[in-house]
């Protein structure tokens, strides 16, 4: 079944909302004048110090990109830091480069560069301990899928298996990010009950993570949409079962009818 228009555009805002509060504290860590500093101290660094600096600029371009240009800065310090990364073997900062990479694509909308990135980044990030960075780069892969409108089988598998990695690393609130998408996927191919059930869980790891009532109130009306389409749902094939069953009982009346004739 494929997905409605406006569920697509409902997944796509809530992944917008689920990075947002991620920009707002790297931003908020990483200012201006700090970036115009660390990049004339570049060339007095060296190794995985060096490697750190260039992600932390890919960083604060990406997140506060206001035109193709600084978005262009981001992508060049990231591709700088994972050269680096690589002639010193580190699989840790491979790993982080290559997830920087998958964001600055994601806002290229450079589709097949962001599951490339992304997959390089499991393949690095799998051999160290850097949870974390793991499951960001799984959210990666699912917004790969996502924006080619792969099988809903295929969405599924990397935001369940983000979820589990950030459940794992006690990070709550992008455990309760990615149950959110995950019951929309659901709820795109009419399966309420599952979609009931992973809100429950986001509601859930959203109060593990002390998210204010506020910002958890919009997803508890989700729930009672949910809920309510799923009774909808039920009573229309109650209904329809009903309806096949009245029609079966009047057609085998009627070839009474006809025998004893």
Known sequence: MKRSACTEYFIIILLIIGNSFDTYART?????????????????LQGIEKIKAL????DWYEASYNNPKTLEKAFEYAEEALQ????????????????????????????????????????TLTKTNQTNDLAESWVMLWSAKMRTNAPIQDCLVPIFKAASLF?????????GDCYKEISELYFSISDFHNSLNSLKKAIFFYK??????????????????????????????????KTLLQQSKFNIKQDEVKIFS
């Not at 200012?31 to 060339?43: G, N, P």
């Not at 109130?217 to 009573?235: A, H």
Request: charged share 30%; with cysteine; hydrophobic share 35%.
């Open 55 to 58: 992600l932390k600029i890919s």
């Open 167 to 175: 459940e794992k690393c006690s990070n709550h609130k992008r455990s």
């Open 208 to 241: 593990a993570a002390n998210l204010k009532e506020n910002d958890i109130y919009p997803i508890s009306s989700r729930l009672n949409i949910i809920y309510e389409t799923e009774k909808k749902s039920m009573d229309i094939i109650k209904l329809k079962n």
């Open 28 to 44: 908020q860590l990483f200012t201006e004048a700090d970036v115009i500093k660390t990049e004339k101290s570049l060339t007095g």
């Open 84 to 123: 680096l990364s690589q002639s010193i073997h580190s699989d840790i900062y491979s790993g982080k480069c290559y997830l920087q990479l998958a964001m600055v694509q994601e806002l290229r909308n450079n589709n097949s560069m962001i599951e490339f990135n992304a997959k390089k980044a499991i393949e």
